[in-house]
């Protein structure tokens, strides 16, 4: 069941040339012989210089750093995930709670306070994943205890989220012996507080703004309703979009959406909208619309919204789609990257659902996560669909993305899309 998808997906790719000249260029970093129909820098490619530098292609602003060291959500990644280490303090280091702080607020590191809360009105914004650590030095913890649970807590705590600090290189021996020097001054009672927004635990959730179909608040809509003219233009082979699906699109697609993503039997794998739109466009008018590409998320807000208010209806019972989804559910829970983290661990009620990471207020997937996508980011002043999402996850997790049209990605989607069976469509949605 895993492979077939992959072999025919690889044989109808290869049959595109300019996408296999793409990525004779680069080299993949997941699932070897299938090529992407995504835009170059959504691709997962990792290109390698004559003198053997590993850059990762990721879209413009992101790390270029190549985490190809740690395992990724690539079904034929089969890397177990990291054991746990025993460890012990390093003699002869003194710690410095000055160094320790610093390394606790670094954001390239962590920051450790992306999950904790601490004093001092520099900690912004702190999240509440992690318990509050204010006071933590009147436990009296000893420092061996503090030191193994940042190098590794997976002794003490076998199901925790916390990333293993040092076991995965993250910060060095003498870093967590200024770390532990840190948390050991952090005696109460902490100091009034003096913007509640700064403390997690009394910030204000974020609430919606606006009706998010109104074009004022979403430019997203507008983007939408420009797809329409994409919509009746004829392609290199004479055909449009409404030759075949005959009137308006918002009649033509009416419906269309609730039932993706979805295992297409031509093409012998789950897709997307966006998925199928790069694949089916090309094929049918010899318009390219590749993954992540501006049209290819146009046309897919254009036929989203013609099913808005229409409740989500995926397959979830046919043998193909069964299969789908419980390998979506494997990689919702399979912890990845140099943090070794899991979709799970932030969007889920027992873990970080419904706290904050950082400034980020982490969605539940049990309310559902999908049917709001294609998404205008405010904090990006751009569309965002959910693949592009799940590679921007990969980044900070220290885990090099996929192509956005990758397999496992699709159904992942479907898993995440199983929560949102029965409720309205209401896309764009809008978020900062």
């Known amino acids: 069941m895993r492979s077939l998808p992959r072999l025919r997906w690889a044989a109808l790719a290869l049959l595109v040339t300019g996408c296999a000249l793409a990525a004779r260029e680069s080299t993949p970093v ?39 060291a740690f395992r990724s959500y690539a079904y034929d990644d089969v890397r177990p995930e990291p054991p746990v280490q025993k460890a012990v303090m390093p003699v002869g280091v003194v710690g410095d709670p000055k160094k320790g702080r610093a390394l606790f607020l670094d954001r390239q590191k962590g920051p450790c306070s992306g999950c904790h809360l601490v004093p001092g009105d520099d900690v912004w914004p702190a999240g509440s994943v992690g318990p509050d650590l204010s006071t933590l030095a009147d436990r009296t913890l000893p420092d061996a205890y503090l030191y193994q649970q940042l190098w590794d807590p997976r002794v003490t705590f076998p199901v925790t989220v916390m990333p293993p600090w040092g076991a995965q290189g993250v910060f060095t021996p003498e870093e967590i012996v200024h770390l532990v020097a840190y948390l050991q001054t952090l005696h109460g009672p902490p100091p009034p507080e003096k913007d509640a927004d700064r403390n997690p635990f009394t910030r204000r959730k974020p609430t919606g703004f606006g009706d998010n179909l109104d074009p004022t608040n979403n430019p997203a809509v507008v983007r939408a309703e420009e797809a329409q003219a994409l919509w009746s233009a004829r392609g290199p082979k004479g055909k449009a979009c409404a030759d075949c699906h005959a009137g308006l699109p918002q009649t033509a697609m009416r419906g269309v959406a609730t039932r993706y993503p979805r295992v297409v039997a031509e093409y012998g794998r789950v897709m997307s909208l966006e998925d199928f739109l790069s694949v089916h466009a090309a094929a049918t008018t010899g318009r390219a619309l590749p993954s992540e590409s501006a049209a290819n998320l146009d046309v897919t807000l254009l036929v989203k919204m013609a099913s808005n208010g229409l409740p989500v209806a995926v397959d979830t019972t046919s043998p193909a789609a069964r299969a789908a989804i419980e390998r979506g559910r494997a990689s919702f829970y399979r912890r990845v990257g140099e943090r070794n983290h899991a979709c799970a661990d932030c969007h889920t009620p027992d873990h970080g659902a419904n706290k904050f990471l950082g400034g980020r207020f982490l969605g539940d997937v049990t309310g559902g996560l999908t049917r709001h996508s294609p998404t205008w980011r405010t904090s990006q002043n751009d569309v965002w669909d959910m693949r592009k999402r799940m590679q921007w996850c990969m980044t900070p997790l220290g885990a090099n993305m996929l192509a956005a049209d990758a397999v496992e990605y699709a159904e992942l989607e479907l898993y995440l899309t199983t929560f949102d069976v029965g409720k309205p469509i209401n896309a764009p949605g809008i978020r900062h």
């Open 30 to 68: 997941a699932s070897p012989g299938r090529t992407s129909r995504a835009i170059a820098e959504a691709r997962g490619d990792v290109r390698v210089s004559p003198d053997g530098k590993r850059t990762a292609v990721r879209y413009a602003g992101w790390t270029t750093r190549d985490f190809g």
